[in-house]
Structures are given as structure tokens and as C-alpha cells.
């Protein structure tokens, strides 16, 4: 009786360490996702970080951003310095200095800001891939594999590294899209509202957020569940939301500078080379620049071939992974869309309005990110509903080597952006006596060949170098710097420009002269 006693308080034991453990297990799954997320969010941050370290990449467009911020912060509006007059942003949208304005009256630099906010959304951006593609395959792990991929891609960092607008942009498309999803599938106002709200406020950070208001509009025809009068009305709710504040922000710019963003409109007919840059920025994304320049027609037969073989596998096979992807996963018909929405937007844009925009990584980036999405969700699907040993073999390899492509593009991006610096934030420049000079210049007038390279480098505003001359030859000319920097081609002597112009300092970044009027 006892023995019996004993044995049913050893199997009571025993049931309950089982449980214990099993509790124990689940607990500790429950944080995988989240701690794996996590890791990955800090791996981009560090990546961009170490990165930058001669600071955020600069380009002529990160001056206006800068320029205006600092400005917003001191009250003084959108408006950023050129000499001694304030001009209004009229080229480029508020919402990123608006961001960096938020930074200055926190104490903390613009530049520095630009550098640490784009950090953080490489790691937020990250995790909204993996998020993302988890959504559409229900699958943690490939939710993860897709969020590494996207933080160790090279093209990302690059554009994430940059003091510019594009990692803001990409994060708002993100969360919007997700919203925008859920609105889809369950038809609540709210989600329909704050998507729009997102959408709107993407258009604030890129004029080229006009993509993503265009594919919401037609998400919300195409996917939506509902009628057709409800599905018009719904499109055109959202269209409204999401153009409302930028519709002010286009009235504001038009009346002062006369046209949209100071864009005129017209036709300009892309060229061959706009189309190849196109192509060859797009393919060396799936496959190493080596093997792609110079033969993009032949990589996309091979790929048109590999698309067609793809769909005679999922017809002759049972995989149902039509049904599961492109019926039931909403997300994943939005960022279909979206790839292709974003480019025709972009190439519309540039042959109508402003041929300078570039068809380059930078621009076509949020292409890229809803390609990591349906690509591993894809990837994904056949890994799911084809269990067979050869189809593994092929996906792990395929993995493995896409991977190891995207790794080693990384480790030579970051060893040029470590030891060269990204655009005007060179490292050379740092210890160039030029740049060191600036700071013990009087506060007296300038004059340079670029304005937005010494501005950046000493906040300092300047006015174009071609007005020199005829100020110096003014009838009460003033004091002031002329700055000639190295990486700007010009033509002119500027000692012979006026009479009682110096070399001041001179070195292979930049050469600063001084201009005293006769008389003093």
C-alpha cells in the first residue's frame, strides 16, 4: 500500500517537472522572436554606425535638409542660407529637416542627428521586413532570414548611411503597408485613416511618396472585400488623407516659386543609358556586379527562363502555393504592386518633370525592400508546401550562397566607407588645414564654387562664386573668404578676379583666399 503510495507520488513528480519544463520551453520561444529581432535591429544600427564614423554621407541635398533644419529650430521656418539672405526650401519636402530640427533643439547637431536617426531606422527597417514576411508565411524563422538579409544588404547601408531622406521614407512605407493590410482584411476605418495618415506623411519625406499614395488607392480597388461604390469611396479617402498636408506644403512652393517643387513640366524621353542604368542597378541586386555590366539583356532572358520554369513547377507539382501566397496573404499583394508602382512613378517623374532624378540605387531602394519581402516569402512558400529532399538542397544552397554574396558586398562597402568617407564627408578632410581654418575665420562674407561643401563642413553660408566678381567690383565692396574647393571643377583665377585678393591656405582639398578692398 505504501510501495503504491510512492510510486503515484513519483509519477505526480515526474508529470510536473515534465510541465515545468515544457512552461520553461515555451517561455523561452516566446522570447526567441523577439530577441532575434532585436539582435538583428542592433547588427544594422552597428553597421551604419561604424560606417559613418567620418559622419553621415553628404551630397548637396543633405545642405538644404541641414541648412533648413538648423533655421526651423531658430525659428526661423523652412529656410535655409545662402550668404547672407535666407531662401525658402522649396526643392525638396520638410519632413526630414523637420526630424533634424527636432534633433538642433535637442542639443544635439543636425549632422549628428542625420547620422544617429538613419542608424536607428536601418534597424527598425530590418525588423519590418522580418515582421513583414512573417505576416505573409506565418513563419518566424523565415521572418528572421528575411530581416538578416535586409540588414546585411550593401545597397541598404549604403542608403542608409547618408545624411538624406530615403531611410525615413522607407520606414513610413513599412508601417503603413502593414496597416493598410489589416485595414484590407478587416475593413476597420481606423486602420484605413492611420495608413493614409503614414502614407501622407511619406509623401512629406519624398516628393517620390506619390508611388505610394498611387498603390494604396489601387490596393484598396483591387483587394479590397468589399462593393465597388465602398471600394471607390474608400480609395478616394485615402487619397485625400494622404495628399492633404502635402497638398498645403505644393500650394506654399508654388506660389513662391511658381511651379511644383520648382519643377517645370515637360517631356524629356529617357535615353538608352537611363534604361541601362535602370536594368543594371535592379539585376546587381539578385546577382554580383562583375557578372552583370555589360550584360543585362542576357541575365534577364536567363531570369525571364527561370520565371517560366519557376511556374511550370508550381503547375505540374500539387503545391498550392498560389493559394496560400497570393489569396490569403494581403501583405504580399501590396508590396507586389508596390515594386511596380515605385518605378513607373519614378521614370514618370523624371521624364516629365526633373530629368536630374536619377535611376541609381539610392532612388530605386524602396524597391528593394518590397523585393526582400515577396522574394523570401516566395522562397518561403516552397520550402513549406515541397518537402522533398532535392528542393531543400537547392533552397539551403541557394540560401547559403545568396548570403554569403550579400556578406561580402557588405565587408567591401563598409571597408571603402570606412577608409574614404561617403561624399562630402571625406577623410581626408578632417585633417586638411583648409577645413581646420574654418573655424577661425571672422564672421565676414563668402564665396565659393560650392557652397553646400563649406556650409556643411563649417556651417558657414556662402554665396556662389560667380557673384564675386561683380560684388568686388562694386562701388562699396566688402571684406570677405573666397573658398575654392578641389572636387569642383573651375575655370577661373581668382587672384585675377580683383585686385587685393591672397591665398590665405591652400592644400589638395581646398584653397581660401582673402579679399580686402582697397582702402582698408
Sequence with gaps: MRGGFYR???????????????????QRRKWLWPTTLGAIALLGFGLVWASTIWGAGLISDSFQYVSTARNLA???GFQFEVGKSLLPLVHYPPLFPSVLAGFEIAGIDALLGARLINALLFGANAVLVGVSIEKITASKVWGSIGALLTAIAAVLLGVHSWALSEPLYIFLGLVGW???SQYLENNQLRLLVAASGLFGLAFLARYAGVAIVVAGALAVLLFSTQNWRKRGMDA????????????LWAVRITLLAGSFGARELQYIPLTAGNIESLLN????WVVPFPLVNGREAWILFGLFIGLVVFGLYVRVSDLKVKEIVWSEKTLFRLHSLYFW????????AKMFLDRGIGLNDRMLSPMLVSLMIVGVSIVAQVWKMDQRRWVRVVLVSGAVLFTAFYGVETGLAMRSFRGEG???????WHSAESIQAFADFEDEEFYSNSPSSLYLWSYKPANNLNSFARMAASADPDRAYIVVFAHVPTNKNIEEMAEGVELVVGDEVAEVYLFVPEGE
Excluded at 341 to 348: H, I
Design 8 to 26: 503515484h507520488l513519483s509519477q505526480i513528480s515526474k508529470s510536473t517537472e515534465r510541465y515545468n519544463l515544457a512552461a520553461m520551453d515555451k
Design 341 to 348: 508602382v515605385y518605378p513607373v512613378s519614378v521614370v514618370a
Design 422 to 428: 561617403l561624399g562630402l564627408a571625406r577623410a581626408d
Design 74 to 76: 531658430g525659428g526661423l
Design 281 to 284: 542597378n535592379i539585376l546587381t
Design 178 to 180: 502593414l496597416i493598410l
Design 236 to 247: 478616394a479617402l485615402l487619397g485625400i488623407i494622404s495628399v492633404s498636408v502635402s497638398g
